[in-house]
């Protein structure tokens, strides 16, 4: 989205950025060597783990993650390094329920960037296929495995298909152009040289020239800036400057006739272009773990490609995310919503398409309805939109963010803030910030919201397990746990605990890598990768015991386990 100048703010000079000293977790204060405590030898695999006492902090400060100074022990359980960090800085009460994405961009594609975002509390990374090209897109992804990898974080890759959206050329090559008040512009549909004569702009539909009218307004980006059709010339159309604004590359376009969208033809357009195709394809060979559809129309292309992706991607399974951003997602809002795996409710086109003053309640819809049928909603576009430009952000984006927190979103995504903008990690601080204090406001008012769960299964088995998780998200408030265990095979009934949105943390134990990436987008989820076993028993007693011996857990603390393989629900004291 583009961003707008702001006259009004005093930009605060920049602080020198050191980058080095972001790479690392700071020390938690209370952060001492402990002394060795004696674990009960429960099982074979626990059975060495009082010989992994807490890591002391090394001379120069920085904490050593945990998994690197105890690989052997590390090898039977595993938690995102960030999370750790933040479990043994706070305690369970105060780890962070909403989810964090980023989108990557120049800003942030480098291996230290990328470190620092998931440092900051990144769960999931967004690459968006509308920009660059694919050797960029194949680093990024594989940085953040290596990343994954080498420091112990579970960062989920999430790819944004480009979708057949009209946009303008990239503006051969210029960062960006300012078109001013009663200039005459051409929008062209000529093939594109790199470099086009000024003030002309390449439209990527073909069909463009012949769509529009004379007296057609033309939205660039939502109306970031405006234009009037004054004249067609065969390919070329002249458009008169109605509202000045600044040009981004492939800025996204509307044709607006008598105060609405016009949308027939473009509505005509595959959902899921011949390149979205080669860009699915790539995201499946390069194990993505998202794919995030753009301009959904239906349930139809959701369904189409969860049934490729299963026969092109043996076995590995990857979510659909449906992006919520025209008039005709909304007409088809439910049955979309039931098809995908999640939703990103995309208020950049959205607002482009519908009155903006229509976008907060759709949102609220969009969000309930998801909770309802237990998909994870990712809020996107304009929540820090300052901050590109600027190192704090506008009291009504704060009020923004801390909406969508208070409605329970799932999770909150970073657009050009993270992708070009000069304060990535800021605007990434000011999400994780503001989430936690609202979270903290809404426990402390026991504001146990009203919200009536429907039933969402569909198999009686499945029921069993609904029923469970509702009742054990309410002894969990009624009896203040300190967290939910669930131990779940393909994260099922992970996702049924997230949607009651307990009072206290839900650790989700899985065996599978994919799975535990996946759980990271939804809310109050913290994943676990464990290994295999069928033994409810020894999975509780392995689990406190590596828990105990990484000082994320203590005697005492009262937890709730529930296992998707005996439909069981007890609650104990860790031992
Ligand atoms: N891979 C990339 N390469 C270059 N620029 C990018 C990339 N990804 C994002 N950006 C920049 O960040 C801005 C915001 O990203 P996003 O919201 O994902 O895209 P858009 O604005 O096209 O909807 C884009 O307009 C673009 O300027
Ligand atoms: C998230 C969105 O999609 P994109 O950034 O790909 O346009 C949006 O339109 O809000
Ligand atoms: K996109
Ligand atoms: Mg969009």
């Given at each position: 989205m583009a961003t707008t100048a702001r006259s009004l703010h005093l930009p605060t000079p920049p602080k020198p950025s050191n980058p080095s000293s972001h790479h690392r977790l700071p020390v938690p204060s209370h952060f001492r060597p402990r002394p060795q405590r004696l674990v009960r030898r429960l099982t074979a695999s626990s059975s060495d783990l009082t010989s992994f006492p807490d890591p002391a902090p090394t001379p120069n400060g920085v904490y050593v993650p945990w998994a690197a100074a105890h690989p052997a022990a590390a090898a039977a359980i595993d938690v995102d390094a960030a999370t750790e960090a933040e479990l043994r800085e706070n305690g369970f009460r105060s780890t962070r329920r909403t989810k964090l994405v980023c989108t990557i961009g120049p800003a942030t594609c480098g291996a230290a960037e990328l470190e620092a975002l998931a440092v900051g509390g990144m769960n999931v990374a967004r690459v968006n296929m509308c920009h660059g090209d694919r050797e960029w897109h194949r680093g990024v992804i594989r940085a953040v495995r290596r990343l994954n990898d080498e420091k112990g974080f579970a960062v989920a890759v999430m790819m944004d298909t480009e979708g057949s959206e009209i946009h303008m050329g990239d503006l051969g090559g210029a960062p960006s152009a300012k078109a001013e008040d009663g200039e005459v512009w051409t929008f062209s549909v000529r093939s594109s040289d790199t470099s086009l004569p000024d003030r002309i702009i390449h439209v990527n539909y073909d069909g463009f020239a012949e769509d529009v009218k004379a007296g057609d307004e033309l939205f660039v980006d939502g109306g970031m800036a405006r234009f009037e059709v004054i004249e067609k010339l065969g390919p070329d159309v002249k458009c008169r400057c109605t509202d000045p604004g600044l040009l981004l590359p492939r800025a996204n376009l509307t044709i607006w006739r008598d105060g609405s969208v016009v949308r027939e033809r473009n509505a005509m357009l595959p959902t899921i272009s011949s390149k979205d195709w080669i860009d699915i394809d790539f995201g499946i060979a390069e194990g993505v773990d998202f794919i995030a559809v753009s301009f959904v129309k239906s349930a139809e292309v959701i369904n189409h490609l969860k049934s490729y992706i299963t026969a092109r991607s043996r076995?590995?399974?990857?979510?659909?995310?449906?992006?919520?951003?025209?008039?005709?997602?909304?007409?088809?809002?439910?049955?979309?919503?039931?098809?995908?795996?999640?939703?990103?409710?995309?208020?950049?086109?959205?607002?482009?398409?519908?009155?903006?003053?229509?976008?907060?309640?759709?949102?609220?819809?969009?969000?309930?309805?998801?909770?309802?049928?237990?998909?994870?909603?990712?809020?996107?576009?304009?929540?820090?939109?300052?901050?590109?430009?600027?190192?704090?952000?506008?009291?009504?984006?704060?009020?923004?963010?801390?909406?969508?927190?208070?409605?329970?979103?799932?999770?909150?995504?970073?657009?050009?803030?993270?992708?070009?903008?000069?304060?990535?990690?800021?605007?990434?601080?000011?999400?994780?910030?503001?989430?936690?204090?609202?979270?903290?406001?809404?426990?402390?008012?026991?504001?146990?919201?009203?919200?009536?769960?429907?039933?969402?299964?569909?198999?009686?088995?499945?029921?069993?397990?609904?029923?469970?998780?509702?009742?054990?998200?309410?002894?969990?408030?009624?009896?203040?746990?300190?967290?939910?265990?669930?131990?779940?095979?393909?994260?099922?009934?992970?996702?049924?605990?997230?949607?009651?949105?307990?009072?206290?943390?839900?650790?989700?134990?899985?065996?599978?890598?994919?799975?535990?990436?996946?759980?990271?987008?939804?809310?109050?989820?913290?994943?676990?990768?464990?290994?295999?076993?069928?033994?409810?028993?020894?999975?509780?007693?392995?689990?406190?015991?590596?828990?105990?011996?990484?000082?994320?857990?203590?005697?005492?603390?009262?937890?709730?386990?529930?296992?998707?393989?005996?439909?069981?629900?007890?609650?104990?004291?860790?031992?």
């Open positions: 076995g590995s399974d990857i979510g659909v995310i449906a992006k919520i951003e025209s008039i005709d997602a909304l007409k088809n809002l439910e049955e979309i919503i039931r098809a995908s795996d999640g939703v990103i409710v995309a208020r950049g086109d959205l607002g482009a398409q519908i009155p903006l003053e229509q976008v907060p309640s759709i949102q609220q819809k969009i969000v309930r309805m998801c909770r309802q049928l237990n998909k994870p909603v990712i809020v996107a576009s304009q929540l820090l939109e300052s901050m590109i430009e600027y190192p704090t952000p506008t009291r009504a984006e704060v009020a923004d963010v801390s909406e969508a927190v208070r409605q329970r979103a799932d999770a909150l995504m970073l657009s050009g803030e993270s992708a070009m903008g000069r304060y990535p990690e800021k605007a990434l601080g000011v999400l994780r910030s503001v989430s936690l204090r609202i979270e903290k406001w809404w426990r402390e008012e026991k504001r146990h919201e009203a919200l009536e769960l429907q039933d969402v299964s569909s198999s009686f088995s499945d029921k069993i397990s609904e029923e469970i998780c509702n009742s054990a998200a309410k002894m969990a408030n009624n009896l203040g746990v300190d967290a939910v265990f669930v131990y779940t095979k393909d994260g099922h009934m992970a996702s049924l605990l997230s949607r009651c949105r307990p009072d206290c943390p839900i650790f989700a134990f899985t065996s599978s890598t994919s799975v535990r990436r996946r759980l990271n987008l939804q809310w109050g989820l913290i994943p676990f990768w464990l290994s295999d076993s069928d033994d409810m028993e020894s999975n509780l007693n392995r689990t406190f015991s590596l828990l105990k011996a990484r000082g994320m857990v203590q005697s005492g603390d009262l937890v709730i386990a529930l296992s998707d393989m005996l439909q069981s629900i007890q609650v104990m004291n860790v031992p």
